[in-house]
């Protein structure tokens, strides 16, 4: 990794906090799921607690956004975004309103009707999750029909080239060893592009005994495949933009670590919070649209997000990479500071 580029990057990313232009927002448009995973950041049901919100609701509060020279992208998610009936409908009216727009799915519901209904919405891209082979996807998801459906969905998606798709893994330790499985069965697939995340200890996976979270020398073989994944050049693999990985920062992914939460990226909760990303702790909220104006709680309230050296205790406070780091992502964090998981860390055996 060049210093020279780290530097430019840091420089880059205090122009672009200095700035916090809002480029990418999250509407989790509903908490209902079709799904149980073991890993879910949202812990979500089949029947949610809080109802879906309005699509109008979210257009009031994103107005200053619309019909932008630069369209705002927004990113659909849940909750299972298909668990609305209305889905398209929004959709049409995001594009109505000038934005652009794409889903999070866990592809139980995207089927073909679906597909062609969303793409005369106008969606432009489509993420879905395949956490390992049948049998391992299937037991994380909690339901024997999840990999054939997330399947079917990869190949609804990968005969459209209108629609960007890619396919997103969270690796752990029962489907570390299968990643070359996963790989060609990608590949057979025709998929183009694949993700890594590792499992968050937030959400069901913070539970003591999930046993999902990986290992130093687990996290060193996932980097190590994907560096190898990426030389091969046959499909665009990276690692997510979690954290920093050090010597693996621009051997695994396309540019350095930048979590930009509260900088370029927010997100409307479906009770109207504002946050940064939706996995941030709820603690952390900033506003919420049914209160106040989303405009102004951007502008103004997200400071927590953009001047991080409050995060700067305990293991982080004599870290020789906070510089290049500034704590990691913002999801990993708790209200007081406290960092939950370190990748970096946890690879080098630091403490």
Known sequence: MSWASQKVHNLFRAGETALHELEYLFWECTLRCNLCCGHCGSDCRTEASV?????????????????RAKPLFVAVTGGEPLMRRDLAECGMRLREAGMRWGIVTNGMAYNRDAHFRLRDAGIESVTLSLDGTEEQHNRLRGNPLSYERVMQALDLLTADDSLLHDVVTCVNPDNIDSLDEVYNNLLSHGCRNWRFFTIAPIGRAAAEDAGLLLSGEQLRRLMAFIERVRAEGRINARFSCEAYLGPHERTTKDWHFFCRAGIN???????????????????????NIYREEFERVWQERFEVMRERDWMRNGPCAECRRWRDCRGGAMHLRTPSGTIKKCLYADMYGLK
Do not use: K, Y
Request: charged fraction near 20%.
């Open 51 to 67: 109802p879906d919100m309005p699509v109008e609701d979210f257009l009031r509060a994103t107005r200053p956004w619309h019909h």
């Open 265 to 287: 990226i927010a997100s409307i909760l479906v009770d109207g919070s504002i946050s940064a990303c939706p996995n941030i702790d709820r603690r952390m909220v900033q506003g």
